[in-house]
């Protein structure tokens, strides 16, 4: 139930600041059949949400949240990431998100469009949004970003792959909605140095993993995955984990 569900706060370091804390959603919907735990209800966002506004907090697209910190500003902001652009987003996420005059950034993958989730082995075809449906995403204020083309390891793919995932994706999302193109985010939250040089040389402002360790840093965001299960006492174990394991993100405040 929304009473039992809970957001961590930002954890907080003192030499710099907050980290910024980033949370990770995939598809919004009904969840009878979710082997990969990918899915969560629009109740249970409702809930997530609301509890952030009862604590002075407010989700963000990534963009306007690490733009806030470089001013010195936007403690109060959580940044909101949905990946894959499922198709779910706009009849399930979206209304929501107004509900509690929230933003977000939703990773989509230009190679797929009004395709399905093809790469996960088992489990549900979901679809995904058609170019039209990112467009209508874009224009409620959804921040759009790439998560590549066709949902590839960045850490396998060969120099051609690589630059078409990247530089490839970004074009055609320009090209898609008529505006700069800022965010990336690994496939797999997959990510190494090579992967790194690759996003920042395809024009890319940041880039979002899920735990980069040493990477960590405006090309590796670290995200914590919410799920439909999280309950508050998974959510602060989540919180000491978030704490303990990155290090403040250089170049962030
Ligand atoms: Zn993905």
């Known amino acids: 139930m929304p009473s039992s569900v809970e957001f961590p706060a930002p954890a907080r370091t003192p030499a710099t600041g907050p980290v910024p804390w980033i949370a990770m959603y995939h598809s919004v919907g009904d969840r009878a059949d979710d082997p990969y735990r990918v899915t969560v209800t629009p109740d249970r966002l409702d809930g997530q949400l609301r509890w952030l506004r009862r604590r002075g907090l407010r989700g963000v697209s990534v963009a306007e949240l690490l733009a806030a910190r470089a001013r010195g500003e ?51 075809r979901k679809p995904l949004l058609t170019a ?17 083309l066709t949902h590839v ?17 970004r074009a055609a999302l320009e090209e898609l909605t008529g505006a700069p193109v800022a965010g990336f985010c690994y496939p797999y939250g997959t990510v190494d140095r090579r992967a790194v040089e690759a996003v920042r040389g395809a024009g890319y402002g940041y ?3 899920i735990d980069p360790g040493e990477l960590n840093g405006p090309y590796a965001l670290p995200r914590v995955h919410i799920g439909q299960n999280d309950t508050a006492v998974r959510l602060f174990l989540k919180r000491r984990l978030h704490r303990l394991r990155r290090r403040p993100v250089e170049g962030l405040r």
Do not use: K
């Open 74 to 124: 936007g403690r109060d902001l959580v940044g909101l990431t949905f990946d894959d652009g499922y198709a779910d987003f706009l009849g399930n996420a979206l209304p929501v998100l107004a509900r509690w005059e929230c933003t977000a950034t939703l990773f989509v993958l230009p190679g797929r469009l009004g395709g399905d989730n093809a790469w996960d082995p088992l489990g549900p």
């Open 132 to 148: 039209d449906g990112v467009r209508r995403a874009a224009a409620a204020g959804v921040e759009i970003g790439s998560h590549g």
């Open 153 to 169: 390891d960045l850490t396998r793919a060969d120099d051609t792959v690589l630059t078409a995932e990247t530089t490839g994706s």
């Open 207 to 209: 880039a979002c993993a």
